[in-house]
């Protein structure tokens, strides 16, 4: 019966121009059965009871975002349920996730938690963010309209919830069809560390026309048999794959896709994802910040990750950080690893606050080209040695940026030595010298 709806809308080019569908994506349709016994209470048992169907996270690579290393199921991974009736939309959850994290109040989108929206004609319907506390904020405001209860048993998070039609544009659609979106953030005590969505659309940038569509059938679903396997197992997109055939085994590379709604239209666009996706930079939330500086300290982390060096333990040799502020190893092991030249920043005393120099920014890299390489300097021709940079230690790797190719083009204008580097442009030097590995 609900396959004749589906075939009915898609065919139906005047039905959608009517509904909060015509901007939502029509290829994935999720059948919702109307509620049939559900009590919340975060025990899922009464799911388990009828053929609700379970929607499986991740279900393919693109659905996994921000992560600068995903280790498979057991690292972060969801089932879900929907259901419906007169009142509201049901949804039930079990997030597995091996370090449980959470944020405090408004915050909680940047710890471990769900985020919910759903598509209103061509816009963003209200944002529903919570964690495992149930406390519910709608738009950014504390909320009692949904009826949530939630609880965690080990590395397992529940989450069931009634979510009324008033918060989905003020009653059930008229034609069933519900665009929604579920995001489960991933926060293992370190920062919000990336996230899993049913479809792209939230977390990086409000778009509902990504959205799923939820087919709400006027049916209810069948009891469970036999046949049913209420947990089905989540495919592991991190382990090799067999070939047709079985007998080529391949390595099933999880490649690791970030982008941020402010790098859409920016020059830099590729270098900033391609080095946020290797886990080298890292944004601010859900934003990037390109035209942002860079503090030395941030560098040489993101240097040291981007060469790829094991971290050592802070000597307190170079700078008067406390042993455990969060750059320390980094700077270390920048020192260890020969990437800090001599008499650089003071002869190593390096300021972990001040923001990095264009200059400093290209020797650096230079210099750690050298290393990776095993080379030496290549001085020759440099258009940019002007006054200033003929005194400067950065001098002799700016030339051999130049004759490495590193930077490109002539007048001292195009260097602004003395200007702070901004991340796009960190993120342009950095994709160039891991580039210079392969």
Not at 41 to 52: E, G, K, T, V
Not at 277 to 303: C, K
Not at 328 to 353: K, R, V, W
Not at 389 to 394: C, G, I, P, S, Y
């Amino acid at each position: 019966m609900h396959k004749k709806i589906i075939a009915g809308v898609l065919s139906s080019s005047l039905l959608l121009l009517g509904t909060n569908v015509m901007a939502a994506n029509m290829k994935d349709i999720k059948d919702v059965y109307k509620a049939k016994s559900i009590t919340i209470d975060a025990d899922l048992s009464d799911w388990d009871a009828y053929q609700y169907g379970a929607k499986i996270l991740p279900e393919k690579e693109e659905q996994v975002s921000h992560f600068s290393a995903y280790a498979g199921p057991e690292d972060l991974s969801i089932y879900l349920w929907y259901a419906w009736s007169d009142v509201g939309l049901y949804l039930a959850a079990e997030v597995i996730d091996n370090v449980h994290h959470t944020e405090p109040a408004e915050l909680c989108w940047m710890g471990d938690s769900l985020q919910l929206s759903q598509g209103l004609g061509n816009g963003f319907g209200p944002e529903i963010n919570f964690s495992t506390d149930a406390v519910t904020y709608v738009n950014g405001a504390v909320s009692d309209a949904i009826n949530i209860k939630t609880k965690v048993d080990g590395t397992v998070s529940t989450y069931e919830m009634l979510i009324p039609w008033s918060l989905c544009g003020g009653g059930r659609p008229a034609d069933g069809l519900l665009p929604f979106c579920v995001c489960v953030n991933e926060n293992d005590g370190t920062g919000r560390a990336g996230w899993i969505e049913t479809a792209p659309g939230i977390a990086a940038g409000k778009q509902s026309h990504q959205f799923g569509v939820l087919n709400l059938l006027e049916e209810e679903p069948k009891p469970a048999d036999d046949s049913y396997t209420a947990r089905p197992k989540i495919k592991n997109l991190t382990e090799p794959e067999a070939q047709a055939g079985g007998s080529v085994t391949v390595v099933y590379e999880l490649n690791t896709y970030i982008t941020y709604p402010d790098i859409q239209n920016h020059w830099a666009k590729e270098a900033i994802e391609q080095t946020a996706s290797m886990g080298v930079l890292r944004g601010y939330g859900e934003f990037f910040q390109p035209s942002w500086g860079m503090t030395q300290a941030e560098f040489l982390a993101a240097l040291v990750r981007a060469v790829d060096l094991d971290l050592v333990e802070y000597r307190g040799e170079l700078c008067n950080a406390p042993q455990d502020a969060w750059y320390a190893t980094y700077l270390q092991t920048a020192a260890d690893g020969h990437l800090i030249p001599a008499g650089f920043f003071n002869n190593n005393a390096i300021n972990a606050d001040a923001m990095i120099r264009r200059d400093e920014m290209i020797a650096l890299v230079s210099n750690a080209y050298l290393q990776l390489k095993n080379q030496t300097l290549q001085e020759g021709e440099f258009p940019y040695a002007d006054g200033y940079l003929a005194q400067n230690v950065t001098l002799p790797y700016l030339k051999n940026a130049q004759a490495i190719g590193l930077i490109q083009g002539d007048g001292a204008s195009m260097l602004r030595p003395t200007d702070s580097a901004t991340r796009a442009e960190v993120a342009v030097m950095l994709n160039q010298l891991i580039k210079s590995k392969r």
